[in-house]
């Protein structure tokens, strides 16, 4: 098992450096902390009063790393979840925040778990999460992953502007489904002619 700062380390080569792109709710972001994450933390690192897109630009890979494991392993609970899920919703919490934790409830509740859909890691997921991956270890973090990568479908059908996150110029899998798929064992990957199947109707 991976350590959590080794995890955190994956995400934040994943999440790359400083954009700051229009079609991204998330506003500028740096090493994958975003702007409102800042605001909420109280970084102001320029020390003029406020965080603006200047103070993200001044975030250091290690700062980012230790925001991830406090505010985003540590305090949601993903560190109680069994060990094959936590790499996967770690990353997920990241990107998405408690939508993260709603994915993995969503799937507890098909799995037949009467899970409430809440976005916190409570005592019920928790016991529900653990019978889950006792009932199916070897399927668990799969399913988690493919709920992900459905989800990221979903959200570019309902939004064309993140379909470029789903879908690059060529057609191919664009980052948000590589991102998915990377926790997501090789022969539940979509190959290519399914993955153009499933956005044909985005023209």
């Given at each position: 098992?991976?350590s959590?700062?080794?995890?955190?380390?994956e995400?934040?080569?994943?999440e790359g450096?400083?954009v700051?792109d229009?079609?991204?709710p998330?506003g500028?972001?740096?090493?994958?902390?975003?702007?409102?994450?800042m605001?909420?933390?109280g970084?102001?690192?320029t020390?003029d009063?406020k965080?603006?897109p200047?103070d993200?630009?001044?975030?250091t890979?290690?700062?980012a790393?230790?925001?991830?494991?406090?505010?985003?392993?540590?305090?949601?609970?993903?560190?109680?979840?069994p060990e094959?899920?936590?790499?996967?919703?770690?990353?997920?919490?990241?990107?998405?925040?408690?939508?993260?934790?709603?994915?993995?409830?969503?799937?507890?509740?098909?799995?037949?778990?009467?899970?409430?859909v809440d976005?916190?890691?409570g005592?019920?997921?928790l016991?529900?999460?653990?019978?889950a991956?006792?009932e199916?270890?070897?399927?668990i973090?799969?399913?988690y992953?493919i709920?992900?990568?459905?989800?990221y479908y979903?959200?570019a059908?309902n939004r064309?502007s993140?379909r470029?996150?789903?879908?690059?110029?060529?057609g191919?899998?664009g980052?948000w489904i590589?991102?998915a798929?990377e926790?997501i064992?090789p022969?539940?990957?979509l190959?290519?002619?399914e993955?153009?199947?499933r956005?044909a109707?985005w023209?």
């Open positions: 098992m991976k959590v700062s080794d995890i955190a380390d995400i934040i080569a994943r450096g400083y700051n229009p079609d991204d998330g500028a972001t740096n090493f994958g902390v975003t702007i409102h994450t605001r909420r933390l970084l102001d690192l020390g009063g965080v603006t200047a993200v630009k001044r975030l890979r290690d700062q790393r230790d925001i991830f494991i406090e505010h985003y392993f540590a305090r949601p609970r993903i560190g109680e979840l094959a899920l936590q790499p996967s919703v770690f990353d997920m919490y990241v990107n998405a925040g408690g939508g993260g934790i709603r994915i993995l409830q969503k799937l507890l509740r098909k799995m037949g778990h009467p899970v409430a976005g916190v890691i005592p019920q997921t016991a529900a999460t653990r019978i991956h006792d199916a270890p070897d399927h973090a799969d399913a992953g709920e992900r990568r459905n989800f979903r959200l059908d064309p993140s470029k996150y789903a879908r690059r110029r060529d191919g899998k980052g590589k991102r798929e926790f064992s022969k539940y990957h190959t290519e002619a993955h153009r199947a956005i109707a023209g």
